[in-house]
């Protein structure tokens, strides 16, 4: 064989062994993190159980404007604190190109990548979702195409990526992107990132801001066996947000309680029976993604309603991620570097406690 031929024959083989690795379906991020297998929603719900939103970070128009950057410590500490997921809350629309194709900025991804990795490899599920794309609410017909193409960015660069990351459509439709508009909106998202990932779960919540009442407005495709439907849930409202720097007229209900009373009780039981009903009807799992009440609140009431909607929510075999970690809400204080024991407690009782027949 002649020499030309055998360099025509090593540059064959060379371009033949590229492409079989450009078409290798392993994790983009090789061998650290174990490949994508299928899960069932209801099972994957159950991996949810107990988890905090990242709130006030990344839901920014940039990490840190509002006080919170996530650290690498908080992975640890929620794994340490019995938590088993995490929800973060992104603001993809300011990390993007706003003219086509709506590029999502590769440092963004790369922020984004870390923090997934650092929730995988705590054994911590984690749910990504856009979020604060307060365009798209005003205007839903001229940011539709952007809202898609994001999509179908994030679902292509997450597509190996293991099982427990979960996607979750949009945070809280509201104003002119109306129920009706948002059932048309949420089969068009759903379809681009089945192309990519036929077999992720994906969470799915109600118009109207996400609450349980217009669950009854929702339609979600029956065909498709990978969802998860959420609801958030801050009943009622005057005691959550009471002195609520965002929401008008909040410092008239300063003072307001939640003592535990049987009709109080009975109010929250009656909105998860509403989400639990619907879950049954359409076969889907149901996530209790936000809820929390503000730290202007009497903290021994924060408490108690805390607990009973937790208590409650596993009882309905409702998985919850609780509204927030470490801001107006949370349960951790960042700048004393300690849990808040009250609300941490009523998230997650301690092992004594919980394990106790008298519990």
């Not at 990795?117 to 005003?138: P, R």
């Not at 979750?168 to 109306?178: A, S």
């Not at 969470?203 to 339609?219: Q, Y």
């Not at 889907?284 to 009440?293: A, D, K």
Request: proline share 6%.
């Amino acid at each position: 064989m002649k020499k030309s031929q055998i360099y025509l024959l090593i540059i064959l083989l060379v371009s033949m062994f590229h492409n079989m690795c450009s078409k290798d379906t392993k994790n983009p991020v090789k061998d650290e993190l174990p490949p994508f297998q299928a899960m069932n929603p209801f099972d994957q719900n159950r991996k949810i159980f107990r988890g905090v939103n990242f709130g006030n970070a990344l839901e920014a128009p940039n990490e840190g404007d509002w006080g919170v950057a996530i650290e690498d410590e908080y992975f640890k500490l929620l794994k340490e604190a019995r938590f088993t997921s995490i929800r973060v809350p992104t603001k993809w629309s300011a990390h993007a190109a706003p003219t086509e194709p709506y590029k999502i900025y590769d440092a963004f991804f790369r922020r984004i990548d870390w923090i997934v990795k650092k929730a995988i490899e705590n054994d911590l599920t984690i749910i990504l979702n856009i979020h604060h794309y307060d365009e798209i609410f005003m205007e839903p017909e001229n940011h539709k195409a952007r809202f898609l193409a994001l999509w179908e960015q994030i679902a292509t660069h997450y597509q190996n990526y293991p099982a427990g990351l979960i996607f979750e459509i949009l945070n809280e439709p509201h104003d002119k992107l109306t129920p009706k508009l948002w059932n048309q909106y949420l089969v068009e998202a759903l379809q681009i990132i089945r192309k990519t990932n036929p077999e992720r779960n994906v969470v799915i919540g109600t118009a109207n801001w996400g609450g349980t009442g217009s669950l009854n407005e929702l339609v979600i495709p029956a065909s498709d066996k990978h969802l998860i439907v959420t609801v958030h849930y801050y009943n009622p409202f005057q005691f959550t947000h009471q002195g609520a720097e965002w929401v008008d007229g909040s410092n008239a209900w300063m003072g307001t309680l939640w003592s535990g009373t049987a009709a109080e009780r009975q109010a929250v039981d009656n909105d998860l029976n509403l989400a639990v009903a619907y879950g049954e009807k359409n076969n889907v799992p149901i996530y209790l993604g936000e809820f929390g009440s503000y730290n202007k609140a009497d903290i021994r009431s924060r408490e108690r309603w805390t607990a009973y909607i937790a208590r409650q929510a596993e009882a309905k075999d409702i998985g919850w991620t609780y509204w927030e970690f470490c801001a107006g809400f949370g349960v951790y204080d960042r700048d004393k570097k300690q849990w808040i024991p009250r609300i941490l407690e009523a998230l997650i009782p301690p092992l004594a406690k919980e394990n106790s027949p008298n519990k």
